[in-house]
């Protein structure tokens, strides 16, 4: 796939969606944090039904430590994995209290070594919080890189280095919003809807469907 074409799809996805953002319920940094740590391995809408219970509740480090795990686990526990993430979130919150003043630090490298924030995680944070361009590969960013051919790869890291090399600047820093809404809503992993894409003809996958 060549530059003008890959310019192309990223102007159509803005042109259909000029700001978009995470459907991931928060109104922090540090509530986003928490989101995201729980979104691994889950749903949106499921993360969503938990902290809208919770936030309310406890939204900061110290009122979580407050809770304790097992205060924590009631919240979450409609969550998969909600044990280890509960332990995980616990630690996480400890850590942002005694080293960033319950601050979320704003540099991978900090973001990493949290509990339960890896690469991923951490991608998202950078990009969604504090509005760098990253780009967090999750399932459907690599399903819709590799499919359309916009940066093929073979490992998360590959889609994404390819990504942060191949797509224009100006489209870095919504890219990876548009790309995750693109593969949870129409290049779904079944059946992609190939006759509702904007960027059906420009798209290089080989077995497209006709809706």
């Given at each position: 796939m060549n530059k003008q074409k890959r310019t192309e799809i990223f102007e159509r996805l803005c042109a259909e969606n000029p700001k978009p953002t995470t459907e991931l319920n928060y109104k922090t940094p540090f509530e986003l944090l928490i989101a995201v740590i729980l979104s691994a391995q889950a749903t949106d809408k499921g993360v969503n039904k938990a902290t809208d219970k919770l936030y309310p509740v406890a939204n900061t480090p110290s009122a979580i430590?407050?809770?304790?795990?097992?205060?924590?686990?009631?919240?979450?526990?409609?969550?998969?994995?909600?044990?280890?993430?509960?332990?995980?979130?616990?630690?996480?919150?400890?850590?942002?209290?005694?080293?960033?003043?319950?601050?979320?630090?704003?540099?991978?490298?900090?973001?990493?070594?949290?509990?339960?924030?890896?690469?991923?995680?951490?991608?998202?944070?950078?990009?969604?919080?504090?509005?760098?361009?990253?780009?967090?590969?999750?399932?459907?960013?690599?399903?819709?890189?590799?499919?359309?051919?916009?940066?093929?790869?073979?490992?998360?890291?590959?889609?994404?280095?390819?990504?942060?090399?191949?797509?224009?600047?100006?489209?870095?820093?919504?890219?990876?919003?548009?790309?995750?809404?693109?593969?949870?809503?129409?290049?779904v992993a079944r059946k992609p809807r190939c006759g509702a894409c904007v960027i059906e003809d420009l798209c290089e996958y080989k077995q497209k469907t006709v809706e």
């Open positions: 430590l407050k809770l304790k795990e097992d205060g924590l686990k009631q919240y979450i526990k409609t969550i998969g994995l909600f044990n280890s993430k509960a332990a995980n979130i616990i630690k996480t919150c400890a850590i942002l209290k005694e080293k960033y003043n319950s601050e979320v630090p704003q540099d991978r490298e900090s973001l990493e070594a949290l509990p339960g924030v890896g690469r991923k995680t951490a991608n998202v944070i950078l990009n969604t919080a504090f509005g760098q361009p990253t780009i967090a590969v999750d399932t459907h960013i690599f399903r819709v890189s590799n499919r359309t051919r916009i940066a093929p790869g073979k490992t998360v890291l590959e889609v994404e280095r390819k990504l942060m090399k191949f797509i224009p600047d100006e489209f870095k820093l919504d890219a990876h919003h548009w790309l995750i809404l693109h593969g949870r809503y129409v290049c």
